[in-house]
């Protein structure tokens, strides 16, 4: 099945604590994307990366952190200097830089 | 960066009614999708339309790159068709990074 796997689904993270979100596609895209949605509101990018062991702050950078050490993997690294984390996290892909995206079924993160 | 703005941001339809949804943004763009989001947060591909008009059953999409617009067609609506959809955009200059607009959420009704 190609498609783009993230996981998990949900997510309990102690406040203090950084705590690893993944992301996996077997489409063979060059480009991978994260991105954030608070509730009622649009996606916000995090990072992207365009190819491997390169990669791009977004929008709302801070306190979060990346890897692109694979095609295929694309880890998001919520970390404690993240004042606000508690969100819906979207992983998505594209063959190439501003082609078409697609994207992966979510993570609830959730602070407790 | 490049400004995105949906409108409008609520639309209730009955059920079999048509609607026009519409993406505005502030620079030339060499990437526009359509997306919508169901219940489960799922977002599902609808059109990748950086220029031009398609159809896809009862959805089409029209953008007019040189105004700086995108719209979308439901005809015929559905239930299934509730949810919110986005359009999200890159700029020539900005190339890599998509925007999202906020939104419209529609709901039709039985």
Known sequence: ?112 | GIQVEQSPPDLILQEGANSTLRCNFSDSVNNLQWFHQNPWGQLINLFYIPSGTKQNGRLSATTVATERYSLLYISSSQTTDSGVYFCAVASNTNAGKSTFGDGTTLTVKP
């Open chain 1, 1 to 112: 099945d190609g498609g783009i796997t993230q996981s998990p689904k949900y997510l309990f993270r102690k406040e203090g604590q950084n705590v690893t979100l993944s992301c996996e596609q077997n489409l063979n895209h060059d480009a991978m994307y994260w991105y954030r949605q608070d509730p009622g509101q649009g996606l916000r990018l995090i990072y992207y990366s365009q190819i491997v062991n390169d990669f791009q702050k977004g929008d709302i950078a801070e306190g979060y952190s990346v890897s692109r050490e694979k095609k295929e993997s694309f880890p998001l690294t919520v970390t404690s200097a993240q004042k606000n984390p508690t969100a819906f996290y979207l992983c998505a892909s594209s063959s190439k830089r501003d082609t078409e995206a697609f994207f992966g079924q979510g993570t609830r993160l959730t602070v407790v």
